[in-house]
C-alpha cells in the first residue's frame, strides 16, 4: 500500500524515524560513517570497479587503499569451518 503522502512529509517522518532508532541504539552516525559503512559492505558483494565509480573515486585503488579491511566475516567463517580436526 502507498500512501499519498507529501515527499517533503515523507523525509521527514523518515529522519525522524532514522534519528529514534540512532539514539535507541545509542549510535554516533555521520555522513562518513554511513559512507564508509556502504563502501565496506558493497565491496563485499559488487564489482571493485563499479563500487569506486558509485562513490565518485577517480581510480579505483583509492577505494581499495582507504576501505580494506581485509577478508569479511563471510570469508573468515569459511575458511575456520574449512580446518577439520584429525578424529
Known sequence: MVL??????RRQLGKSRF????????????FHSL?????TK???NADQAV???IVGHAQQ???D??????????VERRCV???????
Open 35 to 39: 559512507r564508509h559503512w556502504f563502501i
Open 42 to 44: 558493497a565491496r563485499r
Open 51 to 53: 563500487v569506486a565509480r
Open 61 to 63: 585503488t583509492i577505494t
Open 19 to 30: 534519528a529514534a532508532s540512532l539514539k535507541t541504539h545509542d549510535l554516533a552516525v555521520n
Open 65 to 74: 587503499h582507504v576501505y580494506n579491511h581485509g577478508p569479511g566475516d563471510d
Open 81 to 87: 569451518e574449512a580446518v577439520r580436526l584429525p578424529e
Open 4 to 9: 499519498d503522502v507529501p515527499r517533503k512529509l
